[in-house]
């Protein structure tokens, strides 16, 4: 399976980072995102990595941990040119007409970049995703939330 396919996590850690934010954390940050029209986002919730799995690896650490894990819309994650992974969104439509390598293309992109060492993913906003992370963490811990991981 494609690492895009899939998160690299279990469903625990998901619906516990989905639990901590409760709603898109990208509202005000991504000018896609559908937080505003709640009868659209559940089946459209998804948890970000704002240190990317191939960073991380990189650099040999894991990334799933709260601060760096954090619930987007899919829009604001991979909706269009301005969400986090353009390139996605890009190579999603490549496959959608046809380029069935799309997103192993992008993938190899990824790791080019990262050779020179370079990020993949647009990083714009990676400080105010990690500093609403970080705040989601500190105060749904102050009520009692618990992080709960796969293993």
């Known amino acids: 399976m494609d690492e895009y396919e899939l998160p690299k996590y279990g469903r625990a850690v998901r619906e516990n980072i989905l639990k901590r934010d409760n709603e898109c954390q990208g509202c005000g940050i991504f000018e896609g995102c559908d937080r505003r029209e709640p009868e659209r986002i559940p089946a459209r919730l998804e948890v970000h990595h704002i240190l990317p799995r191939g960073y991380a690896k990189r650099l040999d650490f894991n990334p799933n941990f709260p601060e760096n894990l954090i619930t987007l819309c899919k829009p604001s994650h991979r909706g269009d040119v301005s969400s986090v992974h353009p390139d996605i969104y890009?190579?999603?439509i490549e496959y959608n007409r046809g380029d069935k390598d799309a997103f192993t293309k992008a993938k190899a992109h990824h790791e080019r970049l990262l050779d020179n060492q370079r990020i993949y993913w647009n990083g714009e906003h990676d400080r105010q995703l990690s500093a609403q992370a970080v705040r989601q963490t500190q105060k749904r811990r102050r009520e009692g939330?618990?992080?709960?991981t796969d293993d």
């Open 145 to 148: 939330w618990r992080w709960i």
């Open 90 to 92: 890009r190579a999603g």
